[in-house]
């Protein structure tokens, strides 16, 4: 059984910093694609960064050059490290991974920045 749970979410204020954690169980992080969504109010849930297998990652425009996602292996946990933060990236942060056809998700972390 895959789960995930996220942590490291709070308040913060424009132009800081947050690192999201994600700690995985029932799958080893740097064997499959790991990703973080994110869900505003009243918006639909968006892809923010991906790692895939290979090490490759990606981001949403939106965050491409503030945001980092990394894995560390030896605590089989997938991270998202979150710089120059604006107000418009206040969200529920999710964990995300798939095997076959099964999306697995955490239960989210709250990131608020306020302006």
């Known amino acids: 059984q895959v789960h995930l749970v996220e942590s490291g979410g709070g308040l913060v204020q424009a132009g800081g910093s947050l690192r999201l954690s994600c700690a995985a169980s029932?799958?080893?992080?740097?064997?499959?694609?790991m990703a973080w969504y994110r869900q505003a109010p009243g918006k639909q849930r968006e892809l923010v960064a991906a790692?895939?297998?290979?090490?490759?990652?990606n981001y949403a425009d939106s965050v491409l050059s503030r945001f980092t996602i990394s894995r560390d292996n030896a605590k089989n946990t997938v991270n998202l490290q979150m710089n120059s933060l604006k107000p418009e990236d206040t969200a529920v942060y999710y964990c995300?991974?798939?095997?076959?056809?099964?999306?697995?998700w955490g239960q989210g972390t709250q990131v608020t920045v306020s302006s």
């Open positions: 029932g799958i080893i992080v740097s064997f499959n694609t």
């Open positions: 790692i895939s297998r290979g090490g490759s990652t």
């Open positions: 995300n991974t798939q095997r076959m056809a099964t999306m697995f």
